[in-house]
């Protein structure tokens, strides 16, 4: 089993940035791919940010030049700083890891979801 653990979420003004953390833990050989995706309310899911294992990072169009993506790989840990915050990126922000196990299956977990606030 994996487990997800999420923090850095809270409420925060427009303009203002946080930074969310995401730490796996369990049987792991290693990690692959890393996302975070949120949904805001009455909304679809959407991507907005992917790490592969070799550090090449993809965004939405959104948050392109705002939200920077990156990973420990010591910690096993995926990180999303944010920036320029605006209220329409509120959300609740979930990370999602794709797995190699130490039974070398290949497994995506997810995270509970840590909500993110921005007023206005």
């Known amino acids: 089993q994996v487990q997800l653990v999420e923090s850095g979420g809270g409420l925060v003004q427009a303009g203002g940035s946080l930074r969310l953390s995401c730490a796996a833990s369990?049987?792991?050989?290693?990690?692959?791919?890393m996302d975070w995706y949120r949904r805001a309310p009455g909304e679809q899911r959407e991507l907005v940010a992917a790490?592969?294992?070799?550090?090449?990072?993809n965004y939405a169009d959104s948050v392109k030049g705002r939200f920077t993506i990156s990973r420990d790989n010591a910690k096993n840990t995926v990180y999303l700083q944010m920036n320029s915050l605006k209220p329409e990126d509120t959300a609740v922000y979930y990370c999602?890891?794709?797995?190699?196990?130490?039974?070398?299956?290949?497994?995506?977990?997810w995270g509970k979801g840590t909500l993110v606030t921005v007023s206005s």
């Open positions: 999602k890891v794709s797995v190699t196990t130490q039974h070398y299956y290949v497994m995506n977990y």
């Open positions: 369990g049987s792991i050989f290693s990690i692959n791919e």
């Open positions: 790490i592969t294992s070799g550090g090449s990072t």
